[in-house]
Nanobody, 120 residues
Framework: QVQLVESGGGLVQAGGSLRLSCAAS????????MGWYRQAPGNKRELVAV???????DYVDSVKGRFTISRDNAKNTVYLQMNSLKPEDTAVYYC??????????????WGRGTQVTVSS
C-alpha cells in the first residue's frame, strides 16, 4: 500500500511551465511503475507519462517534447515538468502508483489530484 500526495498545480499562461510533485509514503524504489494521469471535465482519465523503477519513461503523444517525468528515490518523489503548456493541457493531474506483488497481483493507487489551468 502507498499514499500519494500531489502538489505544484496552478494557473499559468499558455507557453509557460509548471512542475508537479508526487510524494509517496514509501520508497518509490519498491513501486514497479509510477506515473501521471489527467482528467478534464467531461473527459475520461488519460495517461500522460509513466516511469519504471529502472528509469524507463513513456508519454502520450500530445505531450512528447514538452513534458518530462523524473524520479528522486531519496525523496520518495516523482515529478512532472511541464513546459510549453497549452490550454488543452488544462485538467486535474493525478499521480498513480502500480505495484505488482510476487503473486503477480497488480494494485493501483491514486493521489487526490492537483489542478492545472492554462489560459490563452
Amino acid at each position: 500500500q502507498v499514499q500519494l500526495v500531489e502538489s505544484g498545480g496552478g494557473l499559468v499562461q499558455a507557453g509557460g511551465s509548471l512542475r508537479l510533485s508526487c510524494a509517496a509514503s514509501r520508497s518509490i524504489s519498491s513501486i514497479n511503475i509510477m506515473g501521471w494521469y489527467r482528467q478534464a471535465p467531461g473527459n475520461k482519465r488519460e495517461l500522460v507519462a509513466v516511469i519504471t523503477t529502472s528509469g524507463i519513461t513513456d508519454y502520450v503523444d500530445s505531450v512528447k517534447g514538452r513534458f518530462t517525468i523524473s524520479r528522486d528515490n531519496a525523496k520518495n518523489t516523482v515529478y512532472l515538468q511541464m513546459n510549453s503548456l497549452k490550454p488543452e493541457d488544462t485538467a486535474v493531474y493525478y499521480c498513480t502508483a502500480r505495484i505488482t506483488t510476487t503473486s503477480n497481483l497488480q494494485n493501483t493507487y491514486w493521489g487526490r489530484g492537483t489542478q492545472v489551468t492554462v489560459s490563452s
